[in-house]
């Protein structure tokens, strides 16, 4: 089984930064993708960010791109998803989630490509 628990979240005034952070423990060896989405009161979860541990390349919402920079360190099973140039659209919960085995064929930026969830971290952006 697999744990995912994010944090860094909080309240920022818009044009700030926010750094947040997943960390993995359990049975993560067969993991390929990390991504990170976030779903705002009302609305579906929509895809932010996903980082390919195999060919490390990095995928981004166009609602993010430039602004938000996903990174992290397989062996030590943590990603970090860095926000810069906040805006008032970006508040969400924001949700990291980790692939397996089965499910790695499926497109990064489906949430259905994802086995394993963390709670959540609330990011609010003060206009």
């Known amino acids: 089984q697999v744990q995912l628990a994010e944090s860094g979240g909080g309240l920022v005034q818009a044009g700030g930064s926010l750094r947040l952070s997943c960390a993995a423990s359990?049975?993560?060896?067969?993991?390929?993708?990390t991504g990170w989405f976030r779903q705002a009161p009302g609305k579906e979860r929509e895809f932010v960010a996903a980082?390919?541990?195999?060919?490390?390349?990095?995928y981004y919402a166009d609602s993010v791109k430039g602004r938000f920079t996903i990174s992290g360190d397989n062996a030590k099973n943590t990603a970090f998803l860095q926000m810069n140039s906040l805006k008032p659209e970006d508040t969400a919960v924001y949700y990291c989630?980790?692939?397996?085995?089965?499910?790695?064929?499926?497109?990064?930026?489906?949430?259905?490509?994802?086995?394993?969830w963390g709670q959540g971290t609330q990011v609010t952006v003060s206009s």
């Open positions: 989630a980790l692939d397996d085995y089965g499910r790695r064929m499926r497109a990064i930026r489906e949430s259905l490509r994802y086995a394993y």
């Open positions: 359990g049975r993560t060896a067969s993991s390929y993708a």
């Open positions: 980082i390919s541990w195999r060919s490390g390349n990095t």
